[in-house]
């Protein structure tokens, strides 16, 4: 899969490459019709280049000088090029090369003698293999739909500045670690509390605004994590996706708690996955109904120690009534 999916962006990063040239020979037309010296500097400029290569070639003994002499030269073009694209209200950096990634290039892959995949492709791969997923967003629920209204602002013997301020303390937690992301404080967060008290809304809150920045979370429930993970184990389905979710920048898991267990295969594949992740400081967000008790409980005390890391994990507890019935 993940070779096909290789094949298919290198026709994509190759159409892109032809896309900047077509917008470079557009800005150069533009300005040349502004100012046909531009355009005559400009071949100058290559025709300069050109010469002095053949001229190193040729004397080999002298390439650092002619390497010298043609910075010179091409300095003052450059020179006169950006004093004449600014006297006709263009800026001046107009005619540079047109990249999407100023990296690689729009090549995809960086380093020499050993290539390595740019992080620009890395990211159109993650998003290749989650599409499939529909990365589990709800593209509905953001932060700017986000309405604190819905919570009760009264206060409570559980809650006595009310649950409306406390929800408006994680939403800043979540917008400020969305907006951070990569640079978090701590990689991971943990939801905590029951059913309907907005755990599964900032979830989709914060992968909205990643995917906003550029960034591919993947979103999905406890029970398709295990499926995936339990099918790799037994050698069923595409292992690719098993991979993802060690890999994935984001990995986002909703309901823990609520998927079937399977006598100690469970258990195991969330303690590996868990402590990969951990070992890398990758983020990875979970969300559950269960109390500290009742994930200790069913998932024993190594996974339990894994979710409540205070190195790598804040935990916001998200308490209060049902605010799906008090929309309602």
């Not at 999916?5 to 800005?27: G, K, M, P, T, W």
């Not at 190193?56 to 006169?80: Q, V």
Request: glycine fraction near 4%; charge should be neutral.
């Amino acid at each position: 899969m993940k070779e096909q999916i290789l094949r298919e962006l290198a026709v994509e990063y190759e159409s892109q490459r032809a896309a900047n040239r077509d917008e470079e020979q557009r800005r150069l037309a533009e300005a040349s019709a502004l100012d046909p010296m531009i355009g005559a500097l400009t071949e100058r400029r290559l025709e300069l280049f050109h010469q002095r290569v053949r001229a190193a070639f040729d004397s080999p003994e002298r390439a650092m000088e002619i390497s010298k002499e043609l910075g010179r030269e091409l300095a003052a073009i450059s020179s006169d090029l950006r004093k004449r694209l600014k006297a006709v209200g263009l800026p001046e950096d107009r005619l540079q090369p047109v990249y999407r990634c100023a990296v690689c290039r729009d090549q995809g892959y960086i380093g020499e003698p050993i290539r390595e995949m740019c992080d620009c492709l890395k990211q159109r791969v993650y998003q290749r293999l989650c599409r499939d997923d529909n990365l589990g967003v709800q593209t509905d629920e953001n932060f700017t739909a986000w309405n604190e209204l819905v919570f009760d602002p009264s206060p409570t013997e559980l809650l006595p500045q009310g649950q409306r301020a406390e929800m408006l303390k994680h939403r800043a937690v979540c917008e400020s670690y969305a907006d951070s992301f990569p640079q978090t404080e701590k990689p991971n967060l943990l939801f905590l509390g029951p059913s309907g008290v907005g755990k599964t809304y900032m979830l989709n809150c914060v992968a909205q605004r990643v995917l906003e920045r550029g960034y591919t979370p993947w979103k999905l429930t406890a029970s398709q994590m295990m499926a995936i993970l339990r099918d790799a184990y037994f050698d069923r389905g595409d292992p690719e996706r098993a991979r993802l979710l060690r890999e994935s920048p984001l990995l986002m898991i909703d309901d823990l708690g609520t998927e079937p267990m399977q006598e100690n295969l469970t258990v195991t594949q969330l303690f590996s996955l868990l402590n990969e992740r951990g070992a890398r400081r990758q983020h990875t967000i979970v969300s559950t109904n269960l109390t500290p008790k009742e994930l200790a409980l069913r998932y024993t005390e190594r996974v339990f120690s894994r979710l409540f890391d205070k190195r790598l994990t804040r935990v916001l507890q998200f308490r209060g009534a049902d605010a799906r019935m008090l929309r309602a």
